[in-house]
Nanobody, 117 residues
Framework: QVQLVESGGGLVQAGGSLRLSCAAS????????MAWFRQAPGKEREFVAK???????YYADSVKGRFTMSRDNAKKTVYLQMNSLKPEDTAVYYC???????????WGQGTQVTVSS
């Protein structure tokens, strides 16, 4: 079992930065791929970024070059550094964990990010 708790959301002006954290419990954190998703009001949940157990990352085109995902396996925590934020980045951001091959069986409760213009 893995439990995920996100933090770091808030209100920021366009062009600003935020860093989200996702703290995980469970002994197998190091073997899981981790990802961030987001869901804006009235829209479907969408993929943001993924970090494999070895640290390789992959980003959605909409955030590439602005967001950076990282992980600290010793702390069982993943991060999402978000720079040059835009109003369209406003959403609830969710952390997810799952096997390297794909699929996410564990989700956090989400943290709200609001970017004002």
């Amino acid at each position: 079992q893995v439990q995920l708790v996100e933090s770091g959301g808030g209100l920021v002006q366009a062009g600003g930065s935020l860093r989200l954290s996702c703290a995980a419990s469970g002994r197998t954190f190091g073997s899981y791929a981790m990802a961030w998703f987001r869901q804006a009001p009235g829209k479907e949940r969408e993929f943001v970024a993924k970090c494999w157990s070895g640290g390789a990352t992959y980003y959605a085109d909409s955030v590439k070059g602005r967001f950076t995902m990282s992980r600290d396996n010793a702390k069982k925590t993943v991060y999402l550094q978000m720079n040059s934020l835009k109003p369209e980045d406003t959403a609830v951001y969710y952390c997810a964990a799952g096997p390297e091959a794909g699929g996410y069986g564990y989700w956090g409760q989400g943290t709200q990010v609001t970017v004002s213009s």
